[in-house]
Nanobody, 125 residues
Framework: QVQLVESGGGLVQAGDSLRLSCAAS????????MAWFRQAPGKEREFVAA????????NYKDSVKGRFTISRDNAKNTVYLQMNSLKPEDTAVYYC??????????????????WGQGTQVTVSS
């Protein structure tokens, strides 16, 4: 059973940066697509970014392109989300997830079968 544990969230001001980490254990990590999703209060969970198994290919939600960077270190079984130029609308609980597949750049919730517990990111204006 794969376990995912996020860390790095916090309260920051608009324009600041944060780096989220997601450590995986208990299963295969390096062969699968990994992603970050987020859920703001009163809203549905949404896709933020995905990275393929070797870190070469990435996919981003339009509103975070140029500000967020997803990466992975398979030797450490960890995926990262570097978030720069944060905006109040980035406030949400951020979740990492492991895809059911090792190919493509899935962005649907149903394409992911293992999830972390989430880490809160709050951006004040």
């Amino acid at each position: 059973q794969v376990q995912l544990v996020e860390s790095g969230g916090g309260l920051v001001q608009a324009g600041d940066s944060l780096r989220l980490s997601c450590a995986a254990s208990g299963g295969i990590f390096s062969s699968y697509v990994m992603a970050w999703f987020r859920q703001a209060p009163g809203k549905e969970r949404e896709f933020v970014a995905a990275v393929n198994w070797n870190g070469i290919s990435t996919n981003y939600k339009d509103s975070v392109k140029g500000r967020f960077t997803i990466s992975r270190d398979n030797a450490k079984n960890t995926v990262y989300l570097q978030m720069n130029s944060l905006k109040p609308e980035d406030t949400a609980v951020y979740y990492c997830a492991r895809a059911k597949q090792s190919w493509g750049m899935p962005s649907r919730i149903v394409d992911y079968d293992f999830w972390g517990q989430g880490t809160q990111v709050t951006v004040s204006s």
